[in-house]
């Protein structure tokens, strides 16, 4: 596979000793102008990916405020097609890396190829299937890798080392670390031991480590960024965006969430530095 957007901002947050944001929003909530603004305030808040969910009727793999968010866009008609235009605007905005979060039956309903075709097209770098064991990978992965679109994996705390070996072999991008066993939502605490959950990984992979699920706030972004390469909020800008009652003010709140967990990643930097007697 071609080296992407999302292999460079990694060479580039690791030749900088900085840890990655990730951000997430749900596409078409409140509506699809926005989420395109939205990604834009990500971008000038100081994220360094952005993921970006396609609603659907059946999401295993979120918690409530990411699925109250899909029923929301689905129920004002947003549909893939519609997404897919909206993602060619985001990339006019931003020159950060651009993953879909899907499930596998959008994918196959839209057609695989098709799928693929205008992700690459509307400028999208990776996706993310949480659905999509790495059994049946083959069928999207062989069209996914000519054209540059990374296959990001997810990986849970109960993956055994089997599995993880295999999943490796087919990982481009990074490696996505669930955080907690079950779904997505933002937590006040994460009891799993992610120091030892995270040397397991790497023993079968090179590849850029983020992990998510559950991260919260800024304070909790540094706790685990300690750990890995990247850190992925979603959840907590979900509610951000939803607890405002102006499009705008849902722009400027999740703006100065994003800042916030960014400078709280930036002071970490600075720790390890120091710690590494090099400030």
């Known amino acids: 596979m071609q080296n ?24 078409g909530d ?57 993602a060619a605007e985001m990339r006019k905005l931003t020159n950060l890396p651009l993953i879909f979060m899907t499930y596998y039956n959008p994918v196959l309903q839209y057609g695989l190829e098709r799928f693929v ?32 679109l990374a296959l990001i994996p997810l990986v849970a705390p109960t993956t055994t080392d089997g599995r993880l070996k295999n999943i490796s072999s087919y990982a481009r991008g990074f490696i ?9 939502g933002a937590r006040q605490q994460i009891s799993t031991d992610l120091e030892q959950f995270i040397t397991r990984v790497r023993k079968h992979t090179s590849l850029p480590i983020a992990i998510g699920f559950g991260i919260a706030g800024p304070q909790q972004a540094a706790r685990v960024a300690s750990f890995c390469d990247a850190v992925v909020v979603g959840s907590a800008i979900v509610n951000t965006v939803a ?30 530095a120091c710690d590494e007697g090099l400030c």
Do not use: W
Not at 30 to 42: C, H, N, Q, R
Not at 117 to 142: C, F, H, K, N
């Open 243 to 272: 607890a405002q009652s102006t499009k705008s003010s849902a722009i400027s709140s999740v703006a100065g969430l994003v800042k916030e967990i960014k400078s709280a990643l930036k002071k970490l930097k600075k720790e390890i």
């Open 30 to 86: 409140p509506d699809l102008k926005t989420s395109v603004e939205l990604v834009a305030a990500m971008d000038r808040a100081g994220a360094d990916l952005i993921e970006i969910g396609i609603p659907f009727s059946d999401p295993v793999a979120d918690g409530p405020s990411i699925q109250q968010a899909s029923t929301r866009a689905l129920a004002k008609g947003v549909r893939l097609a519609a997404i897919m235009e909206a």
């Open 117 to 148: 075709q205008d992700a690459v097209r509307a400028g999208v770098d990776g996706l993310i299937i949480p659905d999509l064991p790495y059994e049946e990978t083959q069928p999207l992965q062989s069209m996914a890798d000519p054209s540059g």
């Open 4 to 27: 992407n957007r999302i292999t460079h901002k990694f060479q580039e947050l690791a030749n900088s000793r900085e840890k990655g944001l990730i951000t997430y929003l749900t596409a």
């Open 176 to 184: 996505y670390c669930v955080s907690v066993t079950g779904v997505t």
